[in-house]
């Protein structure tokens, strides 16, 4: 029937549109009456159960924290991003920490910082890990100034590229 011209259809004694605005107001009434207090059940039954879960999360966080009191992190890349930021979460678990990167004079405002959230020790050194003189050199730096040789690592990135000619 609607596939016909209008001049075709045939006349059910309606206007056009009243049994869609009829249909619209009975939807409406029906979503007045049942939308609000199906949202306040399940806002009540929601709410506690997230709250608790957040709760538990926080509790679980707080008894498995490690203590790095004492412990030596070597944290390479600790000039800038990942790195910076992993030198920040071990200074606030109290580690002793060797911040590593090639920009010697951003790694003074890190120590200050680390410092200030509640790290140990902190030795700075300039090295690119990419040489291996600068490796050696920073372990011995490390052992030297730290007295011991076990260290925990926390390698923040290293990209490496291969150059390859493509030209024909």
Known sequence: CLALPPEERPDTGRRSGEGSETMERVLTALMDLVVPPASMVMLAFAWPTLSFLRALEW???????????????????????????????????????????????????????ARALGAGHVLVVAADVVREDDCGRLVADTISYFGQRECIQSISSMLCFKVVNLSV
Do not use: P
């Not at 910076?84 to 920490?97: D, F, H, I, K, P």
């Open 59 to 113: 509790a679980l966080k707080a008894l498995t924290k490690e203590d790095m009191r004492g412990k030596v992190v070597l944290v390479t890349g600790a000039s800038s991003a990942i790195g910076e930021q992993v030198a920040y979460e071990y200074a606030r678990r109290g580690a002793n920490l060797v911040l590593v990167a090639r920009r010697e004079h951003r790694l003074f405002a890190v120590r200050e910082n």
